[in-house]
């Protein structure tokens, strides 16, 4: 099995050949990027990695754009203690799609994506125009390709599985749709769609008292990601752990029948 340590120690020219290769030609195809170098058509440099050579993690960020204010692509990855890749953070943005500045509350203080504060105004029209609770753009629609070239990776290093958390409901359902499998949280999961069926006691909490508790939002796994986004449980949102070995496809489905 060989360690993202002992990657991130290869020479730059090596390690760098080796994460890129992560990035699915979808991506750079569509803003025209190199996919050696990931420059633009005038050479500059658009991906920025930092990967230190005594720790097995990197960071992957690629710009469409030299003077773009977010990334397109960002991707940050770990080992679990059994050797598995980790996938920390990853998030695929749509740059030339409509900004939601749900990452700054008013007095300017980072969100967080909501863990800290809120934005509740940015968030009201983010959910509007049908983003789910964290995104400030809608995605780039390229999740399956990444996890598959991310599993191809995985699969090199000769890694088991891919682990992650899902940060947000919506995550879990998501990646339940790309073959994961939960670690711990699909009971729980099990039990908050019950909750929102017609009669639970989640469905009894969306009262209209706030944009993001509409009596509707337990029909779509994005209106309920707003409700528990918006606080309806008594406590925190906890992000299940799910994994998915390689070359391995699970069929689960905490939420059958609800569409997103």
């Not at 569509?30 to 050479?43: E, S, V």
């Not at 003077?67 to 695929?92: C, H, M, N, V």
């Not at 980072?110 to 049908?130: D, F, K, Q, V, Y």
Request: aromatic share 10%.
């Amino acid at each position: 099995m060989i360690s993202l340590r002992q990657i991130n120690a290869l020479p730059a020219v090596e390690r760098d050949r080796c994460y890129l290769s992560i990035i699915p030609s979808s991506f750079y195809e569509r803003f025209g990027l190199d996919p050696l170098t990931f420059t633009d058509p005038q050479g500059r440099q658009l991906a920025s990695l930092e990967a230190p050579p005594d720790k097995a993690s990197v960071r992957l960020s690629i710009k469409h754009r030299a003077d773009a204010l977010d990334p397109a692509f960002f991707l940050k990855l770990d080992e679990s203690r059994y050797g598995s890749l980790l996938i920390t953070w990853i998030i695929l943005n749509d740059p030339e799609g409509p900004r939601f500045g749900i990452d700054l509350d008013d007095e300017g203080r980072i969100t967080e994506l909501g863990a800290r504060s809120r934005n509740l105004r940015e968030e009201e029209s983010a959910m509007r125009a049908g983003l789910t609770p964290g995104q400030i753009r809608p995605g780039l629609r390229m999740l399956r390709s990444t996890l598959d070239r991310i599993e191809a990776f995985a699969a090199r290093l000769e890694k088991p599985a891919l682990v992650l958390e899902a940060f947000f409901y919506h995550n879990a359902l998501i990646y339940e749709r790309h073959g994961f499998a939960y670690l711990a949280g699909q009971e729980r999961l099990e039990v908050l769609h019950r909750g929102f069926l017609p009669g639970g006691e989640l469905e009894a909490r969306l009262d209209g008292r706030t944009p993001f508790r509409t009596p509707a939002a337990g029909a779509s796994i994005r209106g309920r990601s707003w409700a528990l986004h918006d606080g309806i449980l008594p406590r925190p949102w906890w992000p299940p752990m799910m994994y998915r070995p390689i070359g391995v496809r699970f069929q689960i489905c905490t939420a059958p029948g609800v569409p997103f």
